[in-house]
């Protein structure tokens, strides 16, 4: 079987995660492959079914009504960014930055701290946000539009490390400085 680049990148990609991750994933900065397993989760959770969605805090509470009671239809990682799309081409667009956090809980949850932006509710499980970077709605355009900014992301199946390859050769950075370009890589 032959060794390309692509295989190269998946190969490595679950050391990387091993690296970087200490094994409590509430605690792990929120790089791309905590990404990844909240979108696994999320689907897992709450994929097929009518989702309460609501805003404790109140600085979503206009997005959270726009998708309070439709069906979460999945959930999707792409580097740093994690989609999810409900009922309706509304996609709720989540970037954790350096201190956002999305704990579980069983149903019935605890009682929501101040600091949770939004809580979803559904099929026996509930996530709170807090301290995200972004937290709003939009629609697939908008989604697409911040995909395609963003270089490969090397935990996703359709990767293309060819562009990163590519996107690699015209930097003058250092390479440390050039892994950690979003545009170059997704999700480091």
Same mark, same amino acid.
């Given at each position: 079987m032959p060794y390309g680049r692509t295989a190269r990148l998946r190969a490595f990609a679950p050391q990387a995660m091993r690296w970087a991750h200490d094994g409590d994933p509430d605690r792990d900065m929120p790089e791309g492959h905590t990404i990844h397993r =909240?979108? &696994? #989760?999320? &689907?897992?959770? /709450?994929? $097929?079914?009518? @989702? +309460? @969605?609501?805003?404790?805090?109140? &600085? /979503?509470? #206009? $997005?959270? +009504?726009? @998708? #309070? $009671? =439709?069906? /979460?239809?999945?959930?999707? +990682?792409w580097g740093k960014h994690l989609f999810h799309r409900y009922d309706g081409a509304r996609i709720v667009h989540v970037h954790l930055g350096l201190f956002g956090k999305m704990p579980h809980h069983r149903t019935p949850p605890p009682p929501p701290r101040d600091t949770v932006r939004m809580r979803i509710v559904g099929n026996g499980h509930a996530v709170d946000l807090t301290g995200p970077n972004v937290c709003e709605v939009i629609g697939p355009a908008e989604r697409n539009a911040i995909v395609d900014r963003l270089g490969p992301d090397v935990l996703r199946d359709d990767a293309d490390p060819q562009r990163a390859w590519e996107a690699l050769q015209r930097r003058t950075v250092p390479i440390a400085r050039a892994l950690l370009d979003q545009q170059v890589l997704a999700g480091v």
């Open positions: =909240l979108a &696994r #989760d999320h &689907r897992r959770w /709450f994929g $097929g079914h009518e @989702v +309460a @969605v609501s805003s404790p805090q109140q &600085r /979503f509470a #206009d $997005g959270a +009504a726009l @998708v #309070d $009671g =439709l069906v /979460f239809e999945t959930a999707e +990682a």
